[in-house]
């Protein structure tokens, strides 16, 4: 049996300042994103998209992700918590951010800047899919560094308790997340996409990756403590977010397939 470590969340103070290991993560991964950007621009190079169109997009992507990853932690999984408390939807820098909400901003965002650039959505899409993978398995050790989304009760060897919470070894759920939402879900899609594919293929293989191991992870994970816990059929609120992501990527992927239009 493990106990966590019980990180203190603040990793720097600089004098009023102080700097959570949350908000580096994030940091982190945006960085990643530009790193492997650019990668993927010299992998498979377009007309115009250089690193200043990269700069851009990243721009965009970080307002989705934070606007709509906090609005989807706010609507799906605490409404009644920041309705008493509206001030405290705006601290982010405590954790706290809906994967499925930043998704669907995320999704809005490209859609924007796809309209500014006079350039087509999907293939846009497929260009970002392989990005972000290794920056959610970074919020996922923010999610650990904050003893926070634990798992629940287990008897494998390297169960956990976390001392914020009880005294019960649990599944440290978010360990599972960064390795698969994270560096597995990052190989298969950078391998995969490492080739020309038609409009829509990598995106289907992202929506099924991630709909599906996250499907997986919320077995070991406690539910979520808002209003709605385990909900029909004994799953949760994060699988019946997921389960979708799974149907409309394999839909994706067949229609690209047979349509076979240029990515």
């Known amino acids: 049996m493990l106990i966590?470590?019980?990180?203190?969340?603040?990793?720097?103070?600089?004098?009023?300042?102080a700097v959570h290991w949350y908000g580096l993560m994030y940091l982190l991964g945006f960085l990643l994103f530009l790193r492997l950007g650019r990668e993927r621009l010299r992998a498979l190079p377009r007309p115009g998209w250089d690193n200043k169109f990269?700069?851009?997009?990243?721009?965009?992507?970080?307002?989705?992700?934070?606007?709509?990853?906090?609005?989807?932690?706010?609507?799906?999984?605490?409404?009644?918590?920041?309705?008493?408390h509206p001030l405290e939807v705006f601290a982010v820098w405590r954790g706290g951010m809906s994967f499925h909400g930043g998704f669907l901003g995320v999704l809005a965002a490209m859609a924007l800047f796809a309209r500014k650039r006079k350039i087509k959505w999907l293939p846009l899409m497929d260009f970002?899919?392989?990005?972000?993978?290794?920056?959610?398995?970074?919020?996922?050790?923010?999610?650990?560094?904050?003893?926070?989304?634990?798992?629940?009760?287990a008897s494998v060897p390297w169960?956990?308790?976390?001392?914020?919470?009880d005294d019960i070894p649990r599944h440290p759920s978010q360990l599972y997340e960064f390795a698969?939402?994270?560096?597995?879900?990052?190989?298969?899609?950078?391998?995969?996409?490492?080739?020309?594919?038609?409009?829509?293929?990598?995106?289907?293989?992202?929506?099924?990756?991630?709909?599906g191991f996250r499907f997986l992870a919320e077995y070991t994970r406690n539910p979520d403590d808002g209003v709605f816990g385990l909900m029909t059929f004994g799953i949760s609120m994060g699988q019946w977010l997921s389960a979708p992501m799974?149907?409309?990527?394999?839909?994706?992927?067949v229609w690209a397939r047979r349509k076979k239009i240029p990515g």
């Open 4 to 17: 966590h470590p019980q990180f203190d969340p603040v990793a720097i103070h600089l004098g009023p300042l």
């Open 159 to 165: 169960a956990m308790v976390f001392p914020n919470v």
């Open 180 to 211: 698969l939402e994270g560096a597995v879900l990052f190989a298969l899609l950078w391998l995969y996409s490492g080739k020309p594919r038609p409009a829509g293929a990598v995106s289907g293989l992202f929506l099924i990756g991630y709909g």
């Open 128 to 153: 970002v899919a392989p990005l972000v993978p290794l920056g959610l398995g970074a919020g996922r050790i923010g999610n650990f560094i904050n003893a926070e989304l634990w798992g629940r009760p």
């Open 54 to 84: 990269l700069d851009d997009l990243l721009f965009y992507g970080v307002l989705g992700v934070v606007a709509g990853g906090r609005l989807g932690e706010v609507l799906f999984y605490h409404p009644g918590y920041y309705a008493a």
């Open 246 to 253: 799974v149907l409309a990527g394999a839909g994706m992927m």
